[in-house]
């Protein structure tokens, strides 16, 4: 018998077509189902390296260069664009709920975070006119603020689109860690959001690798 009638060969029995059904459904999975890992990754590097940079480009009066603002932005723009070129394949082809929720969470990223920039530009516009270092920190902690709450609250939905609990636990940690930022304020804040945030993201890549692994992902 050849490979190909082997492969198209009827199931024997109910048992036969069940394991057939099931290596179909697991194959399908693997392929298109989002794992929290590498977006993880990508932010919780892009956390802690943008943010630390931030940290030792801070002035006196909290204002800081051009350079290192650009330097963070950049390497928020790549973790996205890295999380829409992961998730974008995961469901093209798929048709109905799945692919849906794949373009409903790709236009969550890109919509909200320019909508936040645009937000940050017109507050941080006026708070820049009035140069004092009070009103150097407050542009400070809002332009972390807004990101991070629209983040925070993507990574929550996220875990309650695919079932992934390290997701929803990272979108509340991200959204502590915010809060206390903000009410803590300068000098610590950008460390803290390195520290804390970007590698509490790498943390929750480990624990999420290691859950994948155990269940066979």
Not at 149 to 174: D, K
Request: glycine share 8%; proline share 4%; aromatic share 10%.
């Amino acid at each position: 018998m050849s490979a190909a009638t082997e492969d198209q060969r009827i199931p024997a029995g109910p048992d036969e077509a069940l394991a057939v059904v099931e290596a179909q459904r697991s194959a399908y999975l693997k392929r298109h189902r989002v794992k929290a890992t590498p977006v993880l990754v990508a932010w919780g590097l892009a956390w802690l390296i943008g943010y630390a940079a931030l940290a030792l480009s801070r002035r006196a009066d909290y204002s800081l260069p051009l350079v290192p603002y650009l330097f963070f932005y950049g390497c928020l723009a790549a973790a996205l664009l890295f999380t829409f070129a992961y998730i974008v394949p995961k469901v093209r082809g798929i048709r109905g709920r799945s692919s849906r929720e794949g373009t409903y969470y790709s236009l969550a990223w890109f919509l909200g975070m320019p909508l936040s920039a645009l937000i940050l530009s017109r507050v941080n516009a006026f708070l820049a006119a009035l140069n004092t270092s009070q009103a150097n920190e407050v542009a400070s902690v809002v332009s972390n603020a807004l990101p991070c709450l629209v983040v925070g609250v993507i990574f929550l939905m996220s875990a309650a689109l695919w079932n992934e609990a390290v997701m929803g636990v990272l979108g509340g940690w991200i959204l502590l860690v915010t809060l206390v930022v903000t009410i803590v304020g300068m000098p610590w804040a950008w460390w803290i959001m390195s520290v804390a945030g970007g590698g509490g993201m790498l943390v929750a890549a480990v624990v999420a690798a290691a859950a994948e692994s155990k269940r066979g992902a």
